[in-house]
T-cell receptor, first 114, second 109 residues
Framework: EAGVTQFPSHSVIEKGQTVTLRCDPISGHDNLYWYRRVMGKEIKFLLHFVKESKQDESGMPNNRFLAERTGGTYSTLKVQPAELEDSGVYFC????????????FGPGTRLTVL | GEDVEQSLFLSVREGDSSVINCTYTDSSSTYLYWYKQEPGAGLQLLTYIFSNMDMKQDQRLTVLLNKKDKHLSLRIADTQTGDSAIYFCAEVEGFKTIFGAGTRLFVKA
């Protein structure tokens, strides 16, 4: 069974540009999460989808970040316009329906904003 | 509040034991986790412990939990160079996983 996949693995953009990150969860997983690790600090929760609905987006830093999960399958996270402080590693995770299930993490996308 | 703290670096010699410590704040966490991130790779769930347990052993890994002090530790016996990685302590609050900043383990040959 394929794990969580993320694309691209690495993105380098200039300040002010737009970047879209993609996450494909494990097939059949209703829950999808985005996290990020900035400047070697702790990995922070961004948001949680249940199918196509945003269940909790309390961790989204500001309105330059937009996450979507149309159709309840893959998800995208768009940063527009990107700022220097957005540099970091963005992780996606998925889990089965219900509470307390193990979250399976993807390899992450390393975003560098110059 | 959500806060998981752990030391940032640990250096050990190959063959020695490594102990990585962590403190957490949410006493209602049902599970506490240790994740491993190797260079260039994603997060791998290494082991976890239920909050009603004091200890869990899995081959070279031993997890100790002190609920009273909200202290979690991960002991790696006979540490190998392949154990060099960042180790993240984490607790779950609802659907959120709350991570520490990660402990970078250096293993000297």
């Amino acid at each position: 069974e394929a794990g969580v996949t993320q694309f691209p693995s690495h993105s380098v953009i200039e300040k002010g540009q737009t970047v879209t990150l993609r996450c494909d969860p494990i097939s059949g997983h209703d829950n999808l999460y985005w996290y990020r690790r900035v400047m070697g600090k702790e990995i922070k929760f961004l948001l949680h989808f249940v199918k196509e609905s945003k269940q909790d987006e309390s961790g989204m830093p500001n309105n330059r970040f937009l996450a979507e999960r149309t159709g309840g399958t893959y998800s995208t996270l768009k940063v527009q316009p990107a700022e220097l402080e957005d540099s970091g590693v963005y992780f996606c995770a998925s889990s089965q329906a219900g509470w307390g299930g193990e979250q399976f993490f993807g390899p992450g996308t390393r975003l560098t904003v110059l | 509040g959500e806060d998981v703290e752990q030391s940032l670096f640990l250096s050990v010699r190959e063959g020695d034991s490594s102990v990585i410590n962590c403190t957490y704040t949410d006493s209602s966490s049902t599970y506490l986790y240790w994740y491993k991130q190797e260079p260039g790779a994603g997060l791998q769930l290494l082991t976890y412990i239920f909050s009603n347990m004091d200890m869990k052993q899995d081959q070279r890994l031993t997890v100790l939990l002190n609920k009273k002090d909200k202290h979690l530790s991960l002991r790696i016996a006979d540490t190998q160079t392949g154990d060099s990685a960042i180790y993240f302590c984490a607790e779950v609050e609802g659907f959120k996983t709350i991570f520490g900043a990660g402990t970078r383990l250096f293993v000297k040959a």
